[in-house]
């Protein structure tokens, strides 16, 4: 099976655009769930999406939306970005059954200049 | 809430030695606990997974883990390491089914001396 696909690898956008951030879970993942991940912060959890609705979300502004589709694949969306949005953001999905753990795309680097 | 430590920034240690990456979480019930490796620029790659059952866990590369109970730990361990096993590791505990939400710890990046 193909694994968690990101798109883009890279995004360097402005203090004030939005940005939109595509995943692609493994076949059959009906879970996507999102992390930032930055030196100073480490993971953390965004939020996470099954048969799409969200059903858990971390502790993050109202900029960070996400939403999943019918075939699973998930977008998240980051408004009026500022500088400290720039991280790597991270897409994990799962069976989301009993013994099913998390498997994560390589990313997307967000840099906000 | 739960929480994960990892004591150890940064381990040093030579090609063919022993390893130990040390883990301890805070949860209030029976914890879902993962060790996880991430190369540089990579994303996340799942050494092992410990939900219940034998408390000596394997995983893919040659690497175990441990759960202890009573000393709240999943220390993450490798008989020989290998240059390609530079990288950062990170614990991670998590609520379980139906809960997808995991805590990390902050990471431990291992350096391989030749």
């Known amino acids: 099976k193909a694994g968690v696909t990101q798109t883009p690898r890279y995004l360097i956008k402005t203090r004030g655009q939005q940005v939109t951030l595509s995943c692609s879970p493994i076949?059959?993942?009906?879970?996507v769930s999102w992390y930032q991940q930055t030196p100073g912060q480490g993971l953390q959890f965004l939020f996470e999406?099954?048969?799409?609705?969200?059903?858990n979300k971390g502790n993050f502004p109202g900029r960070f939306s996400g939403r999943q589709f019918s075939n699973s694949r998930s977008e998240m969306n980051v408004s009026t970005l500022e500088l400290g949005d720039s991280a790597l953001y991270l897409c994990?999905?799962?069976?989301?059954?009993?013994?099913?753990?998390?498997?994560f795309g390589n990313g997307t680097r967000l840099t906000v200049t | 809430a739960q929480s994960v430590t990892q004591p150890d920034i940064h381990i040093t240690v030579s090609e063919g030695a022993s390893l130990e990456l040390r883990c301890n979480y805070s949860y209030g019930a029976t914890p879902y606990l993962f060790w996880y490796v991430q190369s540089p620029g990579q994303g996340l790659q799942l050494l092992l997974k410990y939900f219940s059952g034998d408390t000596l866990v394997q995983g893919i590369k040659g690497f175990e883990a441990e759960f202890k109970r009573s000393q709240s730990s999943f220390n993450l361990r490798k008989p020989s390491v290998h240059w390609s096993d530079a990288a950062e590791y990170f614990c991670a505990v998590g609520a379980g089914f139906g809960n997808e939400k995991l805590t990390f710890g902050t990471g431990t990046r291992l350096t391989i001396i030749p």
């Open positions: 999406y099954f048969s799409e609705t969200q059903r």
């Open positions: 994990a999905s799962s069976e989301a059954q009993a013994n099913s753990p998390l498997h």
């Open positions: 076949s059959g993942h009906r879970s």
